[in-house]
């Protein structure tokens, strides 16, 4: 991997970051009115008892001076009632704080869960045309990195800014009354540290967002070193060090790039932090000497030095709460790039709705193709190439082909996971691009090569061909049977309901035929579909099981069978020879080895290899 190559990364404009922060605004109102009124309600009080404590706190220091000086029990009392006046703003602050960050906690979450949701929302819209594009991937993993923390600590910085901005306004009256310089000395002594952040945050963003495939890379050697299905093949061939020394000089390449910016942020934020620290203490050595010449009271020089105090942290804190926000904003645009990415894939016209014509009324007219071609995105030679068929209802078709000759891209695109550059497939003589994508799961029922392997409940892995529906035991059975993986589910300790996976205490591991037989009984489950597409149903069987398998009756349904074993299809009714993305032979199997092309020699090479093994 070349760890100098780096993402190409914009920082959003003003524009779209004022864009961003009103949707991560509009997204907290919406999870949860009540709690963003709360925190905002806890946010006015904890802005503003702290200047009410220090306006407090000048009456306290002249009342004790008072009372010393006097000696009379009445400027006494005075003093104790000012303290106790303080201890209950005190108290007032501190119980507001540890409320806040009680409801901030639960606002945390919700809103947490709201962005995760409409990711996952997202994501589960995309055609698999999308979700197969690395830049897709990518925004993906950059939008799920922070989904929960990044819009949430936005909307907090917000919540900050406003309490900072309140305790600086309030600061600066007061101040104000002693000298308009003391206001300038404050906000000067905040903006070093401010404009240091900015500068990095910018930087960061750049760093962080730029080296996701490095990232990316190196979760993947991770799972390489550490995951149950991968251990084989590492252990049998040693892979295992040559692994670690790449995670290792990844590792250390992400962790000098990395020290090196936060060494340079480090310096730089001592660096500006003295220089605030001395423009604090000059405002200080100002209020000490007026009251050394008499022109303050003891009493006014506390409060202007705790206002003094309070008022460059609210500065530091605003202007903090403003370059935070900035770099939460630069990662919730990642977030939005994802939500405002276009959906491809649109069935049943504008409204998403099966056109009338594509209803589940519709005679039966097969599946056909015209003209059809596909292009991967980023390559050059078509998957397709102007491929043309039909495929009558009720018939049994067999599709074979070398590796790489489009099969399987061409069952994508029957079933309409694929949409076709050119040319057009159709379900009952209408196009599968105005079906309705619920309406073709009900017509079709697939088995897909590579199969998913879920690790849930072996219910669950065969109610998936229904969208995990709750389905009676006598279908799911009749299901497994229809699968061979009926005695699979007898000998399972807790039947249909065992886990299927070693990463749970209770689970239980099955091999590679036995999760082939559950991915058949999911295609299988569906009683309403009447075209079943299989492909490579039993590569992983062993030869009796495939043998049973392939004398199963399928009654009426269109039976789309994809095999390299040519025997399994001499049956067929219909046999399609694919070479290269082109369809090259049609026919029989009968009609096939008269004409003496690509399947002739294709099935006399497999009857050699079976006679001479």
């Known amino acids: 991997m070349d760890t100098n190559e780096t993402a190409d990364i914009r920082p959003p404009s003003f ?5 961003h922060a009103l949707r991560t605004l509009g997204l907290i109102w919406d999870s949860s009115r009540g709690l963003t009124l709360i925190v905002a309600f806890l946010t006015i009080i904890v802005a503003t008892t702290p200047l009410a404590a220090a306006a407090v706190s000048q009456l306290i220091v002249d009342s004790v001076i ?11 009392e005075t003093a104790i ?24 906690a639960r606002l945390h979450a919700e809103l947490g869960y709201a962005v995760n949701t409409l990711i996952l929302e997202k994501s589960a819209r995309f055609d698999l045309q999308q979700i197969e594009r690395p830049d897709i991937q990518q925004q993906l993993v950059l939008a799920r990195q922070h989904a929960a923390n990044r819009p949430y600590s936005l909307v907090n910085r917000l919540f900050s800014g406003v309490q900072n901005a309140l305790t600086l306004v309030g600061a600066a009256l007061l ?23 900015l500068l990095f945050s910018g930087t960061a963003f750049k760093f962080y967002t730029g080296r996701t495939p490095q ?13 149950d299905a991968l251990a084989q093949e590492r252990l049998h061939y040693g892979t295992g060090p040559a692994i670690m020394d790449r ?31 001395m423009v604090f203490l000059g405002g200080k050595v100002m209020i000490v000497l007026a009251t050394i010449e008499s022109r303050i009271s003891l009493g006014q020089m506390t409060m202007l030095v705790t206002l003094l105090k309070q008022g460059q942290s609210a500065v530091t804190g605003l202007l903090a709460s403003f370059n935070g926000a900035f770099e939460d904003i630069l990662y919730v645009s990642n977030l939005y790039a994802l939500l405002d990415t276009s959906e491809t894939f649109v069935t049943g016209g504008p409204s998403g709705q099966q056109s009338d014509t594509a209803s589940a009324a519709t005679a039966p007219r097969g599946l056909c193709m015209t003209d059809v071609t596909f292009t991967y995105p980023g390559q050059k030679k078509p998957a397709l190439d102007r491929v043309s068929l039909s495929i009558p209802p009720g018939s049994r078709v067999g599709i074979v082909g070398a590796n790489g000759s489009g099969k399987s891209t061409l069952i994508k695109l029957l079933i309409g996971l694929y949409t076709p550059q050119s040319g057009q497939v159709c379900l009952d003589g209408q196009s599968i691009a105005q079906w309705d994508r619920a309406s073709l799961g009900r017509r079709i029922g697939a088995m897909f090569q590579p199969f998913t392997r879920y690790k849930l409940s072996a219910r669950d892995n065969i109610a ?3 969208g995990l529906t709750a389905i009676d035991d006598k279908d799911l059975f009749e299901a497994a049977e229809s699968g061979l993986a009926k005695d699979l589910i007898h000998d399972l300790p807790a039947g249909l309901d ?8 209770d689970g239980r591991e099955l091999s590679g035929g036995q999760w082939q037989r559950l991915a058949m009984a999911r295609a299988f489950v569906n009683k309403q579909a009447d075209i079943l597409i299989l492909d490579e149903p039993t590569a992983a069987m062993d030869p009796l099981a495939e043998a049973e398998f392939m004398t199963r009756d399928f009654g009426d349904k269109t039976c789309i069978l994809i095999s390299h074993r040519l025997s399994n299809i001499r049956q067929a009714d219909l046999i399609l020879v694919l070479d290269e993305g082109r369809l090259i032979e049609t026919g029989t199997h009968e009609t096939l080895m008269l004409k003496g092309g690509l399947y002739a020699r294709l099935f006399h090479t497999q009857a050699e290899n079976y006679k001479n093994s």
């Open 215 to 227: 990232m990316r890379e190196r979760s993947y050697l991770e799972s390489l070193l550490t995951g």
């Open 81 to 104: 009632i000012w303290v106790a006046v303080e201890a209950a703003i005190l108290t007032l602050l501190l119980g507001a704080r540890r409320m806040m960050l009680f409801f901030k």
């Open 247 to 277: 995670y290792n000089t990844l590792f250390s390449w992400l962790y000098v790039k990395d020290r090196s910016l936060q060494a340079r942020r480090a310096f730089a934020q001592t660096a500006l932090g003295i220089v605030s620290s």
């Open 15 to 19: 524009r779209e970051g004022l864009s």
């Open 175 to 197: 101040l104000f009354s002693f000298s308009p310089w003391l206001i300038a000395l404050v906000i000067g002594g905040g903006l070093p540290l401010f404009l240091g952040d």
């Open 66 to 76: 008072a009372a010393i000086d006097t000696g009379t029990s009445a400027d006494r």
């Open 498 to 505: 065992t886990r299927l996976s070693k990463r749970f205490l």
């Open 464 to 466: 998936a061909g229904l």
